[in-house]
């Protein structure tokens, strides 16, 4: 039986807020007969604390659970958070070169450091390294901190760590075709690469609508435009709550701004709203997964809102917006997403950070009902296609099989 490291830092463990993609994989090579050791830190990003070991070692998985110490940092941007890095990468050199016995690794990047270390125990073994491209530091940094020169000083080392990284990939997996292709670009290597979307399971979301619906009420001749997600820099809410303000002076109080989540700007933009007298838009705060989906469906616009600088591509709501069936408006600017929002047919794209746009978009849509059940329509097929989970992660296994049939 094949055995392989799946290393994650930011891992979604039972009853844990966050993201499910490297839990899912973990159980899903499982099910396909490896042996699996899911690698992660003893500090929760999202929850922002250190977990309770004891706990979590009486919950049940289909993989084995190792952790390595991470002290942990109270800002997603901040200097803590690279020395936490730091010590966490330190901490699984020494891990794998204490137990590490592995066919392949598997290993999530950012961050870079610690790719890093995994990267070249792999190497040392002689086994096959694959990063699971999801996110590009330091150009997403540059978001909060874009000083010139300064910033260049401080981001060096990602970029040097990231480069040596995609030095010594055997594959690559990225969530979307940009990050995919992204360590390729000063590296002339010809290694086997497949674009895995992080998407959802479709059976898992329809059953948290079923669940949750009958408990979300929405009057009946009320138009719901909703985002779900972190509140934070890339992402452009404050454009949506100027909108909603806009759309009241339209005399369109029927159409309802919801924000669904939670982050660093989130009191500041609720104090926004207040004082702009938005009574149309409200912030719901951080819904647990099942309800979520409810509140997605019951949407009958959903906004993928970013800024314009925002470095993302395809991020992990897309397969929840999707599935959802609803039309969306996206104001990203990555062309991979904007092209496949055309070519696709689910939604449209509008410039971001423009109040008025926005609000045109919205009214536009609000009257176009047979537009929105065709786009919805679309959603939802490219949901199904392509972004569940049962289907669209077999790649993965594909790629392991490729790099570790010779082995």
């Known amino acids: 039986m094949k055995k392989i490291a799946v290393i994650s830092m930011g891992v979604k463990l039972d009853n844990e807020k966050g993201y499910s993609r490297f839990r899912y994989i973990g159980e899903f090579l499982s099910d396909a007969g490896y042996q699996v050791d899911l690698i992660t830190t003893t500090f929760q990003h999202w929850e922002k604390a250190q977990r309770n070991l004891d706990e979590i070692k009486k919950e049940n998985y289909k993989f084995n659970l190792k952790f390595i110490y991470e002290p942990g940092y109270k800002k997603n941007i901040d200097l803590r958070r690279i020395r936490s890095h730091r010590i966490a990468a330190k901490n699984l050199r020494q891990l794998l070169e204490k137990e590490g016995d592995y066919d392949l690794i598997y290993c999530e990047i950012p961050p870079n450091d610690v790719a890093l270390a995994a990267a070249e125990y792999a190497k040392s073994k002689g086994i096959p390294f694959v990063p699971d491209v999801n996110d590009l530091w330091p150009e997403a940094m540059r978001m909060v901190l874009d000083i010139p020169v300064i910033s260049d000083i401080l981001f060096y080392p990602l970029l040097r760590d990231a480069e040596k990284v995609y030095s010594l990939v055997s594959g690559i997996i990225g969530t979307s075709d940009e990050y995919r292709d992204r360590p390729l670009k000063k590296q002339k290597l010809n290694v086997p690469k ?10 898992e979301f329809d059953a948290g609508v079923e669940e949750y619906s009958p408990q979300i009420s929405k009057g009946g001749d009320e138009f719901w435009v909703s985002y779900a997600g972190t509140i934070g820099t890339s992402y452009d809410i404050r454009t949506m709550v100027l909108a909603g303000k806009a759309l009241l002076n339209r005399g369109r109080s029927q159409i309802k701004i919801k ?3 939670g982050g660093p700007l989130k009191e500041e933009l609720e104090t926004l709203a207040k004082e702009q007298n938005c009574s149309n838009v409200e912030f719901v705060g951080y819904a647990p997964y099942p309800k979520m989906t409810a509140y997605l469906a019951k949407s009958d616009i959903l906004v993928n809102s970013f800024v314009k600088k925002a470095p993302q591509s395809i991020v992990t709501k897309i397969g929840d917006y999707l599935a959802a069936g609803k039309p969306m408006i996206n104001t990203c600017m990555s062309p ?7 070519h696709d047919g689910f939604g449209i794209n509008i410039m971001p950070e423009d109040v008025n746009v926005l609000a045109d978009a919205i009214e536009k849509l609000y009257e176009d009902e047979a537009g929105r059940t065709e786009m919805g329509k679309k959603a939802r097929t490219i949901a199904e296609e392509q972004f569940d989970r049962p289907q669209s992660y077999k790649k993965i296994i594909e790629l392991i099989e490729e790099l570790t049939e010779n082995e």
């Open 259 to 261: 924000i669904l989540g």
């Open 336 to 342: 991979e997403f904007r092209n496949k929002v055309e």
């Open 194 to 203: 497949k674009t895995v979307y992080v998407g959802n399971e479709i059976a």
